[in-house]
Each structure stands twice: as C-alpha cells, then as structure tokens.
C-alpha cells in the first residue's frame, strides 16, 4: 500500500499548509462538500496528479471550500484535452507536444502551470552492440519515434543541431510499443523515446542511449483547466497549485518508493521505475514564464514548419496570467 514512506513522512505539515491556505479563501463558505460544487481532475498514469490522487491531498485542502473531488484516468494527452473541450472534465495535465496539437486545432483550455524540465527523460537509443555511437551517424538509418510526439520534437531538434534534416534519415512513425517490439527485432537502427519506455529499454531491452534531451526539449509536464472554469471557482487552481508543489516535494524525498508505487500501477519492474525516476524532475509545479512559454513556442513553431500542424499558433495566448509573470 501507497502510505507511510511517500506521503506520511511529512503529511501533517502538508495537509497543515493546505488547509490553512484554503481558509484564508472561505470566508462565509459553507462547511463540508456542496455537491453543485465538484472539481472534476483529468489525469494519466505517469504524472504528478496519480501520486496526488493518492495521497488525497487535493480532498483535504479543497473540503474546507466546500468542493469535492472526481478524479477521471486518460491513456494519454490528446484525449485528456478533448475532454476539457466536451466539459467533462475541469482540470488536467499533458505533456508539451500534445498541447501544442490542441492548441492548433482550436481545443479551448488555459495552461496554468508547469513542472520543471526533465530533458534527460527522453533520448534516442540504439541496440548495445550497434556501430552507432553518436546521432550523427543516423545519417541514412531508420529512426523510430512516435509522429506528433515529445520525441519527434526531440528529433527535429537533433537534426537541426547537426545540421541535418529528416531527409537525412529514414524516419519510421510508431507508438511505444510498436517500436520496443522493432527494436528488440532489429528492424530499427535507433528509437527515439521517453521514461519510463526510455528506462525500460535500457534496462530490459538492451539498448544503449547515444544521447538524451538536454539543451532540447525541456519535456515538461503542463497543467490545464478549461477554459472558463476559473469565472465559478476561482481559488481552485490556486490549491491545486499548493497540492502539485507538495506532491513534488514528498516524490523526490524518496525516489525509491515513488518508483515501487509507480511500478505497480504502471505495470513496469521496480527497477526500471527506479531508473526512470532517478531523472525525472517532472514533479514540481511552477507558474508559468515567459522562458517556459519560449519554450513551448519553439516547439510549435518546429512542428509548423515541418506540415504537422494546420496553422501557427502563439502559445502565450493561452497561458493563465494570473499564474504567470508573463506581461
């Protein structure tokens, strides 16, 4: 059971600050949960919210606003923001390539903030007894990543570091398992991937990394609402912002039992989680900046030139500024 080495080490001094925060906002609020008021929490497997579901922070610090909380699982980001679009959900998280695809396609949400920069969570890998020692010498071989991804992303900017272009390579589109599956076959010289996929390859699939994201990609975890959901509650993303900092901060005390938490819901091995976790700054929550929002226009603005996205698209548009120092 998720309990006493993750979260209770310091849960008294969390739940503390949490309440005493949310209080500061309840003046004349009704005591104990409203059902007309319910914070409904989109979230993945491989993100900061499934540990803050856990926890039960988020129920602690909202109840004295009267809220309560319906936590509703994604298999990933595109769908997860689709159900901000049909109202279905309130609040969620994605990473940053996702987003910017929405973004294109017109899907109405606001970023509110952001983790930090995990760059070496995602890298490109080769079988270990492979000629290739360098991303250079893809020149001409197959390179697998999944189109429209995080890693794509990844490549396009490896490329332009080298002063290559994907006519350079033979780039093959598949999803994760697809490509472990090709890989482990050697029907592929190289594969483009993030943790836990990248861990798992290093650890069970015998590949050897050439180089990661660093410099790169910052490979961020964003956290969204719907579009008009701060109009009718409008302290909620400043709690949820309090519950994600505090997530961060009991995760990384203790990495190992992060990983043997994430493990079993994921499915992955103890050890490979544990590598992947090693790496993962992806915990903490800030505000956004205008850094971070450059960051994620480079990003699109990449994926514009190469025909992936219908049209260009500004990304501080769609930043909460009240979260941001961004003017």
Same mark, same amino acid.
């Given at each position: 059971?998720?309990?006493?080495?993750?979260?209770? =080490?310091?849960?008294?001094?969390?739940?503390?600050?949490?309440?005493?925060?949310?209080?500061?906002?309840?003046?004349?609020?009704?005591?104990?949960?409203?059902?007309?008021?319910? &914070?409904?929490?989109?979230?993945?497997?491989?993100?900061?919210?499934?540990?803050?579901?856990?926890?039960?922070?988020?129920?602690?610090?909202?109840?004295?606003? $009267? #809220?309560? &909380?319906?936590?509703?699982?994604?298999?990933?980001?595109?769908?997860?923001?689709?159900?901000?679009?049909?109202?279905?959900?309130?609040?969620?998280?994605?990473?940053?390539?996702?987003?910017?695809?929405?973004?294109?396609?017109?899907?109405?949400?606001?970023?509110?903030?952001?983790? @930090?920069?995990?760059?070496?969570? !995602?890298?490109?890998?080769?079988?270990?007894?492979?000629?290739?020692?360098?991303?250079?010498?893809?020149?001409?071989?197959?390179?697998?990543?999944?189109? $429209?991804?995080?890693?794509?992303?990844?490549?396009?900017?490896?490329?332009?570091?080298?002063?290559?272009?994907?006519?350079?390579?033979?780039?093959?589109?598949?999803?994760?398992?697809?490509?472990?599956?090709?890989?482990?076959?050697?029907?592929?010289?190289?594969?483009?991937?993030?943790?836990?996929?990248?861990?798992?390859?290093?650890?069970?699939?015998? /590949?050897?990394?050439?180089?990661?994201?660093?410099?790169?990609?910052?490979?961020?975890?964003?956290?969204?609402?719907?579009?008009?959901?701060?109009? =009718? @509650?409008?302290?909620?993303?400043?709690?949820?912002?309090?519950?994600? /900092?505090? !997530?961060?901060?009991?995760?990384?005390?203790?990495?190992?039992? =992060?990983?043997?938490?994430?493990?079993?819901?994921?499915?992955? !091995?103890?050890?490979?989680?544990?590598?992947?976790?090693?790496?993962?700054?992806? #915990?903490?929550?800030?505000?956004?900046?205008?850094?971070?929002? @450059?960051?994620?226009?480079?990003?699109?603005?990449?994926?514009?030139?190469?025909?992936?996205?219908?049209?260009?698209?500004?990304?501080?548009?769609?930043?909460?500024?009240?979260? =941001?120092?961004?003017?």
């Amino acid at each position: 059971m998720f309990a006493a080495r993750w979260v209770f =080490t310091s849960i008294r001094g969390v739940i503390s600050s949490l309440v005493g925060a949310s209080m500061l906002f309840t003046v004349g609020a009704v005591s104990g949960a409203d059902s007309s008021k319910v &914070v409904r929490v989109g979230y993945q497997k491989s993100g900061a919210l499934l540990l803050t579901k856990s926890s039960g922070l988020l129920e602690k610090a909202l109840g004295p606003l $009267g #809220y309560s &909380v319906v936590w509703r699982e994604f298999s990933s980001g595109l769908p997860l923001l689709e159900a901000l679009k049909g109202g279905s959900i309130d609040i969620g998280h994605s990473g940053d390539a996702p987003l910017l695809f929405a973004q294109a396609a017109g899907i109405p949400f606001q970023i509110f903030g952001a983790s @930090n920069p995990s760059p070496e969570s !995602t890298g490109v890998v080769v079988p270990k007894d492979s000629s290739v020692h360098s991303f250079a010498e893809l020149k001409g071989k197959k390179l697998a990543f999944a189109k $429209g991804s995080s890693a794509h992303l990844v490549v396009a900017q490896l490329l332009a570091r080298e002063g290559l272009t994907f006519a350079d390579i033979k780039p093959v589109y598949l999803e994760p398992p697809d490509a472990r599956a090709a890989f482990e076959a050697k029907a592929i010289d190289a594969w483009a991937i993030w943790d836990p996929f990248l861990a798992a390859a290093e650890v069970e699939g015998g /590949a050897r990394l050439i180089v990661n994201g660093a410099g790169l990609s910052g490979h961020r975890e964003f956290y969204v609402r719907r579009a008009d959901f701060l109009k =009718t @509650n409008p302290k909620v993303v400043d709690v949820v912002m309090a519950a994600l /900092a505090d !997530t961060g901060r009991a995760a990384k005390s203790d990495p190992k039992a =992060t990983a043997d938490f994430l493990a079993g819901k994921l499915g992955i !091995t103890p050890a490979v989680m544990e590598r992947s976790e090693l790496r993962k700054q992806r #915990y903490f929550a800030q505000p956004m900046t205008a850094e971070i929002v @450059n960051e994620q226009q480079t990003g699109a603005d990449i994926f514009f030139r190469l025909g992936l996205m219908p049209k260009a698209i500004r990304v501080a548009d769609i930043v909460f500024r009240s979260h =941001t120092s961004i003017p």
